[in-house]
């Protein structure tokens, strides 16, 4: 009888064991979890991030080419363009999810025959400039605002929380 008491004690440091390693398993496999979630949420938060930057810098050239080409094909005697403005591009811009482009552009050059004349003299950087093959030249700024989409959709965001994106090139015309 004694034999069997000592096998008895036996078998119950084997499940103490035994539940102490399953413990120990469990502790570690959800620690594990928690380091996998975590590192998930840092890679999608950058990507998101990397995304609408890289969004971003695409609207920007697109808006530089786009204000190059609206100055090239403008009478300036008539009309000067000296702003070109895009809201609500790609999603919704009131939920702070989409972009704004303000596009400004400034004259450099010879005023006779660049015909600045109806450009506003804030606009007008300087009109007695000459280059060779071209009497007109662009600045061309383009500014792209978008939000951080955690602030958005956590509702902490405001008015403050503006990412801008800048692009200036200077372009013969």
């Known amino acids: 009888m004694q034999r069997k008491g000592g096998n008895q ?11 102490i390693t399953a ?10 979890g928690i380091l996998v979630n975590s590192m ?13 930057k890289e969004q971003a810098v ?3 050239k697109s808006y530089t080419e786009f204000a ?17 403005n895009g809201n609500n591009i790609i999603a ?10 303000d596009t400004r552009i400034y004259y450099i050059g010879n005023g006779t025959t660049a015909n600045l004349g109806s450009c506003a003299a804030s606009r007008v950087l300087a009109n007695d400039v000459t280059t060779d093959g071209s009497d007109l030249q662009i600045i061309v700024d383009v500014y ?3 939000k951080d ?13 503006w990412i801008t994106y800048h692009r200036r090139t200077l372009q013969k015309i």
């Open 23 to 32: 413990i120990f398993v469990i502790v570690i496999m959800a620690t594990v």
């Open 40 to 52: 998930t949420g840092k890679v999608i938060k950058e990507t998101t991030t990397q995304y609408r």
């Open 149 to 161: 989409l955690d602030k958005v959709d956590s509702g902490l965001s405001d008015n403050n929380d």
């Open 92 to 101: 919704n811009d009131s939920s702070g999810q989409g972009y704004q482009v």
């Open 9 to 19: 004690m036996i078998t119950k440091q084997r499940e103490a064991f035994s539940m």
């Open 58 to 60: 695409l609207l920007a």
């Open 68 to 84: 190059i080409m609206a100055v090239t094909a403008n009478d300036r005697t008539n009309e000067c363009i000296e702003n070109i």
């Open 144 to 146: 792209v605002r978008y």
